[in-house]
């Protein structure tokens, strides 16, 4: 009995460190096909778009609307800046806005009423060129009928009174003939010049429109200046880091506030060039958000920035001088967030911590 006790414990041992080598064995296993299947990296974190808002007019902060790390959704008003210099430029531009359309009415009726003018002195000119057809046609009867009445005295066959009258219907004819010739002439300089203050008018229409469109430009330009003293949100997100109070004087380009979309995450996900050869668009991976580990996140390779990390610091190496020490580079990949579970009502923020898989066959 003392020698099966010895021995049912060393077959206890046994079975416990076969057990314990059993349970090592299939976790490596599980590691070795995960690691053949997987890439994943703890250098990564969450990203979303960070908007700095900036005066776009100068002026005196009238109301702030908001609260530093306030939830706002896009176009939400945040800020008026005093616009009563502004709304007055809006009306200034109204007005002339106004009267340069008055003025190209103006400018148009008086064209038309000379185009009118230049189409009657056109017609009289016409008319004038008509009589002097009639007056000739009345001339040479005139000079023929004088003629005759001239042989027909010298063979005695008229009296003189006949002769005088011939002579008299001759010189009223000859002196319609001039008069009629003056008249064209006339008419026809004063339709030219007619017709050149018409297209002076019609000159004066086009600068008259291009005035409109000047002016309709300067009133676009002030109501949008007009616009720019309502600062609102450009995106759902939490407002912070603000920088200014109310009743204080900002200038252009001045900074206000920040705005964090928080709406639209993705992962930065820095792998080790070793890393990189399996790694594919449109890849399934898995998420685990360092803050809260029983949040489950899945996601999809998106893009490669196209360059390591390296060559966007601020001073990048230059290997091609002094000693080399080759420093295995990370490259950022895009990861998009395609399935958020947060049951518990975790909030994601820019810059948390996460660790990433990507099942990469």
């Not at 103006?106 to 008319?127: E, Y």
């Not at 997100?237 to 920040?258: D, F, H, K, N």
Request: charged fraction near 20%; include cysteine; glycine fraction near 4%.
């Amino acid at each position: 009995m003392e020698k099966e006790a010895p021995q049912k414990k060393s077959k206890k041992k046994l079975a416990i460190i076969g057990s314990i080598l059993g349970v090592i064995l299939i976790v490596g296993i599980i590691y070795f096909v995960r690691g053949a299947n997987y890439e994943s990296t703890d250098n990564a974190q969450l990203d979303a778009d960070i908007v700095p808002i900036k005066s776009s007019v100068a002026g005196y902060i009238k109301t702030i609307h908001f609260e530093d790390n306030q939830a706002v959704k896009k176009g939400q008003l945040l800020i008026t800046i005093d616009d009563t210099d502004l709304k007055t430029r809006v009306a200034q531009a109204e007005a002339a806005l106004e009267n340069a359309k008055a003025n190209l009415l103006s400018v148009r009726s008086n064209a038309t009423a000379v185009s009118q003018n230049a189409d009657a002195a056109v017609l009289t000119s016409a008319s004038a060129e008509q009589n002097i057809s009639s007056a000739k046609a009345r001339l040479t009867k005139a000079q023929e009928d004088f003629q005759r009445m001239k042989n027909m005295l010298a063979a005695n066959a008229a009296t003189k009174a006949q002769f005088d009258n011939a002579k008299a219907e001759l010189d009223i004819a000859q002196a319609q003939y001039n008069a009629t010739q003056s008249q064209f002439k006339s008419s026809t300089a004063q339709s030219q010049g007619i017709r050149s203050q018409a297209e002076s008018q019609r000159a004066q229409i086009s600068l008259a429109q291009a005035l409109v469109k000047q002016r309709e430009a300067e009133l676009i330009l002030a109501q949008t200046q007009l616009s720019y003293a309502y600062v609102t949100a450009p995106c759902d997100g939490i407002v912070s880091r603000r920088s200014v109070e109310a009743g204080q004087y900002i200038t252009i380009g001045q900074p206000l506030c920040s705005t964090i979309d928080n709406v639209h995450l993705w992962v930065t996900a820095n792998f080790k060039e070793t890393q990189v050869d399996d790694i594919r668009k449109g890849q399934p991976v898995e998420i685990h958000v360092d803050a809260y580990p029983s949040l489950k996140l899945k996601g999809k390779v998106e893009s490669f920035i196209g360059a390591t990390g390296a060559k966007f610091s601020l001073l990048p190496p230059d290997n091609s001088t002094g000693n080399f020490v080759k420093i295995v580079q990370r490259v950022p990949v895009r990861i998009a967030i395609t399935e958020y579970n947060n049951k518990q009502g975790q909030d994601l923020f820019p810059g948390l911590s996460v660790f990433v898989e990507v099942k990469v066959k």
